[in-house]
């Protein structure tokens, strides 16, 4: 592995069902941080952690659960998925938490609710 | 209003221009973000500043903090640099603000 990756690629998800988005990076970054992308919205913080063990909410946390079991993974949980989570989500990390970090970004999963 | 207002949202440019995006801001800061997401959807982190200016080849960023407000420039602008450009704030914390992106097309 090399960075930051995401899986799946894409998913076609009825409403109701759960669904986790897996993120998985080996730059031993501390920081860790879920995006959605929406057209015309630009991308929104949903989850952060700043290190394995901690985590903490963002701008559109609603409906969605994250756990940092360990320094690698970051995993997004949808407990039960409804159209308007539709989007392309975007994982990320960098070597610290704060804004004054650079981001990496993986390659992004797109989501179908339907 | 959105917090991070981008202009223009699309631009189409001939190969050798001089391109300009504007990126404009409401709150307060501790950094702002320039990214590139490619048309295949990745996104990389092109500059990172609080202060003045970064120039990375034929990339210059600026940013002028009293007037919340910063610009990305392309010198000879190649197709290759066809791309979604993104602006970003960096708030408190983890707390980022993005802008809705600026569509690049250069022409050949």
């Known amino acids: 592995i090399a960075g930051i990756t995401q899986a799946p690629t894409s998913q076609i998800l009825a409403a109701g069902r759960r669904m986790t988005l897996r993120c998985t990076q080996d730059?031993?970054?501390?920081?860790m941080y879920w995006y959605r992308q929406d057209l015309g919205l630009g991308l929104r913080l949903i989850h952060y952690?700043?290190?394995?063990?901690?985590?903490g909410k963002g701008e559109v946390p609603d409906g969605y659960s994250v756990s940092r079991a360990n320094t690698d993974d970051f995993p997004l949980t949808l407990a039960s998925a409804v159209p308007s989570q539709t989007s392309v989500y975007f994982c990320?990390?960098?070597?610290?938490?704060?804004?004054?970090?650079?981001?990496?970004f993986g390659p992004g999963t797109r989501l179908t609710v339907l | 209003k959105n917090e991070v207002e981008q202009s223009p949202q699309n631009l189409t440019a001939q190969e050798g221009e001089f391109i300009t995006i504007n990126c404009s801001y409401s709150?307060?800061?501790?950094?702002l973000h320039w990214l590139q997401q490619h048309p295949g959807g990745g996104i990389v982190s092109l500059f990172m500043?609080?202060?003045g200016k970064k120039k990375h080849g034929r990339l210059i960023a600026t940013i002028n903090i009293q007037e919340k407000h910063s610009s990305l420039h392309i010198t000879a602008s190649h197709p290759r640099d066809s791309a979604v450009y993104i602006c970003?704030?960096?708030?408190?914390?983890?707390?980022?603000?993005f802008g809705a992106g600026t569509r690049l097309t250069v022409k050949p």
């Open positions: 990320a990390s960098s070597k610290t938490g704060g804004s004054y970090n650079e981001q990496f």
């Open positions: 730059m031993r970054h501390n920081a």
């Open positions: 952690s700043n290190t394995a063990g901690t985590t």
């Open positions: 709150v307060g800061i501790s950094a």
């Open positions: 500043l609080s202060s």
């Open positions: 970003a704030v960096g708030r408190d914390n983890n707390d980022m603000r």
